[in-house]
């Protein structure tokens, strides 16, 4: 069983920075066992992949935000972080972590509005 747990999101002006953050509870160290990722939900639009990282530390990135994001993990916390830079306002989205392998499990999200 994971939980996961997204926390970081808010109010930012274009061309700021956010970073979020994805605690999960797992008996473990969960990156040996799940891939991880962050994926966003605009209104109105489907849920889409923002970035993932594979259980051997590879990284892959949407297009949308190649060269201003960057997916980590801290393996000692079990927690994965998604730095965001040069915020545009169509980035504002409510952005959940999830945990993939044979099953999915998604965090509750959480809202990052990019505005003046």
């Known amino acids: 069983q994971v939980q996961l747990a997204e926390s970081g999101g808010g109010l930012v002006q274009p061309g700021g920075s956010l970073r979020l953050s994805c605690a999960a509870s797992?008996?473990?160290?969960?990156?040996?066992?799940?891939?991880m990722g962050w994926y966003r939900q605009a209104p109105g639009k489907e849920r889409e992949v923002v970035a993932r990282i594979f259980r051997g530390g590879v990284t892959t990135y949407g297009d949308s935000v190649k060269g201003r994001f960057t997916i980590s993990r801290d393996i000692a916390k079990n927690t994965v972080y998604l730095q965001m830079n040069s915020l545009k306002p169509e980035d504002t989205a409510v952005y959940y972590c999830n945990a993939e392998r044979t099953h999915i499990y998604w965090g509750q999200g959480t809202p990052v509005t990019v505005s003046l």
């Open positions: 797992f008996s473990g160290n969960i990156f040996s066992f799940y891939d």
